[in-house]
């Protein structure tokens, strides 16, 4: 690997070193670093390659795609149908359904980091990348597993960690005193070990609704707490996905059209959902995911069973005892496991260090969504899921390839 030099420099950015007189260990990378090696990086840095630019992934996990492979439960397929989830350059394999399972995602990955031959450097968590102004080069600090400490020095900084890079786990009153497991859907896998349990499902997106249909799958009896509003739309409609239709319709008729066309078919499809507890937002889904970036839930089977009455749909949790829930309604419920489908949050702040005049963007991250000052890039921070990645790392690969050219033209010179 020519591009990654390793050389011994004095650390001139950290004070205390320097006054202490030690050296550090630096890398100084040729082409872009990626930060991430979900597929956000994997793209980025097969977008790279195709345009001749190397790159080098840091990954904290001991695998690619470490979400994809373990925080993820068994019974998942991709939400939206595959054409919009591939990355770009290599389509899923002609054979896969239109929505492929997990373990068939996670083979495509496999294949795709074989191909570009991408080989990330794994067990590297970043905890911090800073902009270095004497030398105009990114310094990015990664932890590895005996916690020993490395540094690398790039001009190009490409963030890949992913909106979905920590766990959000709300404070419940009384919490400390219940005595049954609480698990994040992060840590779930299937309902079989729940087998004729209560099992109470914080929060109402596409992952809850799902592992309440699991569970129901698996002979336990779930109750889904529903604190806000939820636009639930089916998968399909006339056989055609609903994303996929969305996204044609939007091309000719404004959202708020598509948005009551949408819930129009929904209401004739599912019926009226607040009828079970479940209340639309004032404004439609797409308008709504624009705004607040919230996705809709898409059907898969789990509404049948809040018809049904095997799922209980409840308010919003006052307080949990030693075994038993009371919502703030009133009603209790006697509860032998908590599964928080509470979702995930962005972990960029905690680690990237940049100026407040460099980026207005909450997180520190290019408020376009994926190019800032400096030569920082970011891919899938857009709320568009796997096919905004794609877009994402086309871009930057066209934007760095410009810089590239010339960074070579002047060293031919
Ligand atoms: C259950 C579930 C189902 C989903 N289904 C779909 C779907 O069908 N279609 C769709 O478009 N989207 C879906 N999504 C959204 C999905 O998360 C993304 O589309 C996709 O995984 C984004 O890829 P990413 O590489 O940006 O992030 P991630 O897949 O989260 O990858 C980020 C990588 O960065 C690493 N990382 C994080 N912090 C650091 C650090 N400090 N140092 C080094 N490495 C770090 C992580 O370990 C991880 O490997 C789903 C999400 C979930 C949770």
């Not at 001139?12 to 082409?31: T, Y």
């Not at 470490?66 to 149908?81: A, E, G, I, N, V």
């Not at 074989?114 to 105009?136: E, M, W």
Request: proline share 5%.
């Amino acid at each position: 690997m020519e591009y990654l030099k390793e050389v011994e420099v004095k650390s001139v950015h950290d004070f205390i070193q320097v006054k202490m007189g030690k050296r550090s260990r630096a890398i100084v990378v040729g082409g872009p670093v990626i930060v991430g090696c979900g597929p956000s990086g994997l793209a980025a840095a097969a977008c790279l390659k195709q345009k001749g630019i190397p790159s080098l992934i840091l990954e904290r996990s001991d695998c690619i795609a470490s979400m994809w492979q373990l925080k993820t439960y068994d019974r998942l397929r991709l939400h939206l149908p595959k054409r919009f989830c591939q990355l770009p350059l290599m389509p899923f394999p002609q054979n896969y359904p239109s929505y492929p399972t997990k373990q068939q995602f996670l083979a495509y990955l496999k294949a795709y980091a074989h191909n570009f031959d991408i080989k990330p450097a794994l067990n590297k968590t970043v905890v911090s990348a800073k902009f270095d102004h004497r030398c105009g080069c990114w310094r990015v600090k990664t932890r590895g597993l005996k916690k020993e400490e490395t540094e690398y020095v790039t001009q190009w900084l490409i963030v890949a960690t992913g909106e979905n890079a920590e766990e959000i786990v709300p404070q419940i009153e009384g919490m400390s005193e219940f005595e049954g497991p609480i698990l994040h859907t992060s840590s779930y896998k299937s309902g079989s070990m729940f087998r004729g349990k209560n099992v109470l499902v914080v929060g109402c997106g596409n992952s809850g609704m799902e592992v309440c249909l699991d569970l129901c799958n698996h002979n336990a009896h779930p109750s889904l707490v529903v604190r806000d509003t939820v636009h639930i739309l089916p998968q399909q409609m006339f056989g055609k996905s609903t994303f996929s239709l969305s996204m044609s319709l939007l091309k000719w008729f404004p959202i708020r059209l598509v948005d009551k066309f949408l819930l129009l078919m929904s209401h004739l499809i599912l019926g009226d959902t607040a009828r079970f507890g479940l209340n639309r937002p004032q404004i439609g889904p797409l308008e709504f995911k624009n705004l607040y970036g919230k996705t809709p839930v898409l059907d898969v089977g789990t509404l049948a069973h809040i018809k049904g009455g095997k799922i209980k749909v409840c308010r919003g949790i006052k307080q949990l005892a030693k075994h038993k829930v009371e919502f703030v309604d009133g009603k209790t419920e006697k509860v032998d496991v908590i599964i928080l489908a509470t979702g995930y949050k962005s972990n960029v702040s905690t680690w990237l260090k940049v100026g407040s005049d460099m980026f207005c963007a909450k997180d520190g991250l290019p408020p376009n969504g994926w190019k800032g000052e400096d030569g920082i890039y970011a891919v899938g921070f857009t709320k568009r899921g796997l096919l905004g990645v794609s877009i994402d790392a086309e871009k930057i690969a066209e934007d760095i390839q410009q810089c590239w050219k010339a960074v070579k033209t002047t060293r031919t010179c």
